[in-house]
Structure formats: structure tokens, C-alpha cells
């Protein structure tokens, strides 16, 4: 059997897998290989900021934090870039309507967005670009596509990409050009009279009364919307990229245009494996603002911890759809606090246990622990199926829950927590609550416990009573376990 580290480290090596991800692209599970080794270059399409971030948009930020965290666990440094899309009709019209600057709804909703990413522990980007602050390598990107005979510019000043002159045009989304042409022919868009094809997609536009605008070579305007990704992922990740990814509604137009723009100004691939996430509907409706059906992550967080919604993003593969109801939230709760018990249990054994150091039966029961870590391995190397993920993660609390006591070593409750957090964190679980009191609050609390106990002891059960009832009072339960009386906040 030998020494449980070194069996361990065997484990670990043996067991190595590569990550494999299915690539949108060529519809296939592909094993994942960096263009530097060691290192991902990652691209997330973020929101367009007018409005609190619902919960749809939250989707791709938890699972995408996800994929990040588990390459940083795996030991790649990752460089991630999601953008803020800051100029838009949508925040234009917000601005109007507030009579002020379409940069201070845009300002405002970033922060807030920031606020909620932080709420639900995604990690903050590498780099956050914004749309406004990239002008200028949009018009030279433009400029690029219209030396090389891919765009051409009409009499008012828009500059259009020609499809036609992509032969690759369609291949992520798998769609046929000509039923398409056909399709947009039906539609008639009042200004675009001057395409040459239904198909060619804007780069540029001319500024409109009450719209920002920057100088170009072309005319006073503003981008098109899928010259920005384009143009931030090639100058914060380089031509060519690891992994681009984004909800599955980004993948026609946007994605498709974004491959388009950057294979033809930079000569290069563009993207190695295209990700993306199904939706999150809502009580089995899709999710939308006209409708009235949607959640924002702020309404979430009066009703709930935000790790819940975390838990339950995880809860499905991210190429399932899933769906939002206030019944899966409650057992998202009832899951995550399971995780979150069994680590309150484990810090309170800590925090009393006498003996140091491993004893023989534990020594021998340690290696054990390794095969939770390689379920979640395998389950994490397979398309980031958290689902499964998460299920290794029970059978790890399972396992701690049943093999932990009052008599247990603090070497063994070091190396059992240091699993659980290891494997939640790469889910962006927080399974260690900070303590909700202060060390002040928290001495009275103890105080009071002593208190109980002693009165306890000598029999005097009507001020025992009397102390738990008034602790419960305040929100503070107390439980008669046989290592002794823990407490929680309601
Ligand atoms: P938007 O601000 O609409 O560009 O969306 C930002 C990100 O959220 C994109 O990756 C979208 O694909 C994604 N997204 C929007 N709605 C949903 C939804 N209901 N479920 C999953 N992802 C969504
Ligand atoms: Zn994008």
C-alpha cells in the first residue's frame, strides 16, 4: 500500500486525462490541446449593459468560471477576456429616456454587473474590455477587410461585410447560404436598400440625432456589433485563440460574423473549439423581458444565498437546457447546504479534536478519499459535466460525513477539508461560510453556551431552557450533538 501521498501522487498521474470539449464547430468531442502549452486563451462574449444582468446572462458567466477554474486547477495559467458591449441602440434609447449620456447607463450597469458576478463568485476577468474604448482597432480592422476586398462602403458612409466573399461563411452555425438568402430576402430593412446581398451584416453605420458617434474614414458613426469581439480578442489574446464561448444564441449571427471578419482580415483560424451554453428557461417558458418572465440575479439574492443559483446553474450539463422554477431552487438550497454542514462539522471537529497526527486506521482509510477527486476529474474532463461533478462532490461529503468524529485526528480533518474546498472551489462553491458573528458576538454566544451547560449540569433545566429559548430569540439554534454543542444562525 505504502505511504498514502505517494500513492496518491500515483493516482493523480495515472489517471491524467486530457479535457475534451465539444466543439460547436465540428459538432465533435475533442480533446483539448493549447496553442502554448501550459496556457488558455479564452473569450467570453458579456453582456450588453442597459439593465441589471438577468438570470439568463448569468448562465454562461457561472459555467464559463467554471471551465476557467477547472483549467486553473489542472494547472494552466488561463487568460480570460470577457467584453462589457457598451454602445448599443438598446443603452442609447435608456440614455434618451434619462436625458443623460449613453456612457453613464453603460458606467452604471457595469458596476452593477460587477456587483453580481461578485455576488455569485465568478472570477473577474483577465481583462474586461469595453466596445468604446476600442474604436480605433475597429476602424483599422475595418479598413483591413475593405483593403482586402471583403467590404465594401455605400453612399451614406455604412460599411458593409460581403458574405459572398467568404467561402467558410456558415460553418460554425452549419447553416445553408442559399436558404438563407432566401430567407432575408423576404425581409425588407428600411436603410439597407444599399447591400449588395441580404446576407452582408453591418461594420460600420452612420450616427444618427442623439446617438454617440466617432470620426472614421467612412463617416461619423459607430460599429457594427460583431467588429468589437473580433478586434478585443485579437489584440488581448492574439490572431489566434484557444476557445471562444458564449450562449447558444450567439452562434448565428454573431459568432458566425465574428469568424468571418477576423479569418478574413487576420489569414489565420480564429477560434480552436467554439463553446456554447443552452438556455435557462423559466418555468419552462423561454425566458424573456417582453414576456414579464425573467429574473434578475438582484431578485434572486433578496429570496437567496446567490451560491444557490450558482449550485443550480451547475446542477445541469451546460449544453442542456434547464429550466428555472422555485422548486429547483429549493433543492438547489437543500444540496448546497448539505455541502456547507458537512464543512461546518468538520471545522467544529477542528476545533476540538486532541489528537495531531493521523492514527493507523486513518492512514489506511485516507487514500480512499482520492477516488472522489478522480470521479470529479473524469466528470470534469468529460465536457465540464459539472452535473457529474457535483455527484462526486456528495460522495465525498457522504464519505467525510461517515468517517469523521470526536476521536478523529486533526491531520485527518485538515486533508478531508482540504479536498472539499479544493473540489468546490473549482465550482465556485463557497462550502466555508465566513462566521456570520464577530469574535465579540461570538465569545457572548460560546459564553452563554457554557452557561447553559453548567446549568445543565446541575439539573437546573428551567434556566438551561431559559438560555437556549433566548438565544433562539436572536436567530441562534443550538444542537446537542455527542462531540458537543454547535450553534448556527437561522
Ligand atoms: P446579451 O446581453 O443578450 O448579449 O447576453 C449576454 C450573454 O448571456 C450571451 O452569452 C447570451 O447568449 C447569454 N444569454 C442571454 N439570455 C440567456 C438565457 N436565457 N440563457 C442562457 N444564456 C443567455
Ligand atoms: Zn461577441
Redesign the pocket.
Given at each position: 500500500m505504502g505511504d498514502p501521498e505517494v500513492r496518491y501522487r500515483r493516482i493523480q498521474r495515472d489517471y491524467q486525462m486530457a479535457i475534451r470539449i465539444y466543439n460547436t464547430e465540428t459538432k465533435q468531442l475533442e480533446e483539448f490541446k493549447p496553442i502554448t502549452p501550459g496556457e488558455v486563451k479564452m473569450y467570453?462574449?458579456?453582456?450588453?449593459?442597459y439593465n441589471l444582468?438577468?438570470?439568463?446572462?448569468?448562465?454562461?458567466?457561472i459555467v464559463f468560471d467554471t471551465v476557467r477554474r477547472y483549467f486553473e486547477y489542472k494547472g494552466y495559467k488561463v487568460n480570460y477576456v470577457s467584453n462589457f458591449?457598451d454602445v448599443d441602440d438598446k443603452i442609447i434609447k435608456k440614455a434618451n429616456e434619462e436625458g443623460v449620456d449613453s456612457s453613464v447607463i453603460s458606467e452604471r450597469y457595469i458596476k452593477e454587473c460587477k456587483k453580481d458576478m461578485a455576488d455569485l463568485n465568478v472570477k473577474p476577468a483577465t481583462t474586461h474590455p469595453q466596445a468604446t474604448q476600442e474604436i480605433d482597432g475597429m476602424i483599422e480592422m475595418i479598413q483591413t477587410l475593405i483593403d482586402k476586398g471583403y467590404a465594401y462602403v455605400v453612399e451614406d458612409g455604412t460599411v458593409y461585410f460581403e458574405v459572398d466573399k467568404d467561402p467558410q461563411y456558415g460553418k460554425l452555425s452549419h447553416k445553408n447560404l442559399d436558404d438563407l438568402q432566401s430567407g432575408f430576402r423576404s425581409i425588407q430593412v428600411t436603410g439597407e436598400e444599399q447591400k449588395k446581398s441580404p446576407l452582408d451584416f453591418v461594420l460600420w453605420k452612420p450616427k444618427k440625432e442623439g446617438e454617440p458617434y466617432w470620426d472614421s474614414p467612412w463617416c461619423q458613426g459607430r460599429p457594427g456589433w460583431h467588429i468589437e469581439c473580433s478586434v478585443m480578442s485579437r489584440k488581448y489574446l492574439g490572431k489566434t485563440i484557444d476557445i471562444h464561448?458564449?450562449?447558444?444564441?450567439?452562434i448565428f449571427p454573431h459568432h458566425e460574423n465574428e469568424i468571418a471578419q477576423s479569418e478574413c482580415a487576420n489569414g489565420v483560424p480564429f477560434v480552436h473549439y467554439w463553446m456554447?451554453?443552452?438556455?435557462?428557461?423559466?418555468d419552462n417558458h423561454?425566458?424573456s423581458k417582453s414576456l414579464g418572465n425573467?429574473k434578475t440575479v438582484r431578485d434572486i439574492d433578496a429570496q437567496y444565498d446567490p451560491q444557490v443559483l450558482r449550485y443550480l446553474m451547475l446542477s445541469a450539463h451546460y449544453r442542456s437546457p434547464?429550466n428555472f422554477s422555485a422548486d429547483l431552487m429549493e433543492s438547489a438550497r437543500a444540496s448546497y447546504l448539505r455541502i456547507v454542514n458537512c464543512m461546518d462539522n468538520v471545522d467544529f471537529l477542528l476545533g476540538k479534536a486532541s489528537a495531531q497526527k493521523l492514527s493507523d486506521a486513518e492512514a489506511g482509510l485516507l487514500p480512499e478519499s482520492e477516488k472522489f477527486r478522480q470521479e470529479f476529474e473524469d466528470a470534469m474532463d468529460d465536457d465540464f459535466n459539472t452535473a457529474d461533478a457535483l455527484a462526486a462532490i456528495f460522495d465525498l461529503v457522504k464519505w467525510i460525513n461517515s468517517n469523521v468524529n470526536g476521536s478523529t485526528s486533526k491531520e485527518f480533518l485538515a486533508k478531508a477539508k482540504d479536498l472539499l474546498l479544493t473540489l468546490t472551489d473549482v465550482c465556485g462553491l463557497i462550502a466555508e461560510r465566513a462566521p456570520e458573528a464577530d469574535e465579540d458576538e461570538t465569545a457572548r454566544i460560546e459564553q452563554k453556551i457554557r452557561e447553559r451547560q453548567e446549568a445543565r449540569k446541575n439539573k437546573d433545566f428551567a434556566k438551561a431552557d431559559a438560555i437556549r429559548d433566548e438565544l433562539k430569540s436572536e436567530g441562534i439554534l443550538l444542537e446537542d450533538t455527542k462531540d458537543g454543542v454547535k450553534w448556527k444562525k437561522a
Open positions: 467570453v462574449c458579456g453582456p450588453t449593459v444582468i438577468h438570470i439568463g446572462n448569468a448562465r454562461p458567466m458591449t464561448a458564449g450562449g447558444e444564441d450567439l456554447h451554453n443552452a438556455f435557462l428557461n423559466i423561454k425566458m425573467f434547464l
